[in-house]
């Protein structure tokens, strides 16, 4: 059973590209969460989607960032014209179906986002 | 402070020793979990405590939980090398999203 899958693990961008980064919840998961950590922070939350919806996106900036978690294949997490300052860890986290006050949340490896 | 603050920041002991860190939050919780992370990794679950539990164990981990001080402690017994790593509290508050603090670093010198 494998766990919360992320890829690209690194990626680097010049200003003004764009950035996608995948993440697969691990098998039965319905939930997918997306943290970004700063050197030396903390994660923060960004987004909480479950299949085709987006739950809570109250941690997402209000530009330049989206998220979607598709009927079929991974969530994405994507930053169009990224600014140095979107350099940073991005973490996947998954937690299965039932209440949340019992489930914890898996994260994956995360990807390492740097902008030249 | 912020939501599920930590407490030391930094803590370095020797191999053996226990070590004891703090979490303090601001709102009303569901659970409060605990993860490590070692350096430029990702996060691994160490234990989820829930609102109406007082103490949990898990091998050489005990966490505890006092709602009423807004507070929660994670204890290493019999510290190893491996467990050099920075440890998060995070704490669900009804909104499945997580709040993290800032983490407590510690170093185990073997």
């Known amino acids: 059973n494998a766990g919360v899958m992320q890829n690209p693990r690194h990626l680097v961008r010049r200003r003004g590209q764009e950035a996608r980064l995948r993440c697969s919840p691990m098998?039965?998961?319905?939930?997918v969460y997306w943290y970004r950590q700063l050197p030396e922070e903390g994660l923060k939350f960004m987004v909480y989607?479950?299949?085709?919806?987006?739950?809570?996106e109250s941690g997402m900036p209000k530009e330049r960032f989206s998220a979607e978690f598709p009927k079929e294949g991974p969530s994405i997490l994507r930053i169009q014209q990224v600014v140095r300052g979107d350099s940073a860890a991005y973490f996947c986290?998954?937690?299965?179906?039932?209440?949340?006050?019992?489930?914890?949340?898996?994260f994956g490896p995360g990807t390492r986002l740097t902008v030249l | 402070s912020q939501q599920g603050e930590e407490d030391p920041q930094a803590l370095s002991i020797q191999e053996g020793e226990n070590a004891t860190m703090n979490c303090s939050y601001k709102?009303?919780?569901?659970?409060l979990q605990w993860y490590r992370q070692n350096s430029g990794r990702g996060l691994v679950h160490l234990i989820l405590?829930?609102?109406?539990?007082r103490e949990k164990h898990s091998g050489r981990l005990r966490v505890t939980l006092d709602t009423s001080k807004k507070s929660s402690s994670l204890l290493i017994t019999a510290s190893r090398a491996a467990d050099t790593a920075s440890y998060f509290c995070?704490?669900?508050?009804?909104?499945?999203?997580?709040?993290f603090g800032s983490g407590t670093r510690l170093q185990v010198q073997p």
């Open positions: 995070a704490t669900e508050t009804g909104r499945r999203a997580l709040t």
């Open positions: 098998k039965g998961h319905s939930h």
């Open positions: 989607l479950q299949k085709e919806n987006i739950i809570d």
């Open positions: 709102t009303s919780i569901n659970n």
């Open positions: 405590i829930r609102s109406n539990e």
């Open positions: 986290a998954s937690s299965p179906p039932g209440l949340a006050t019992y489930n914890e949340q898996f």
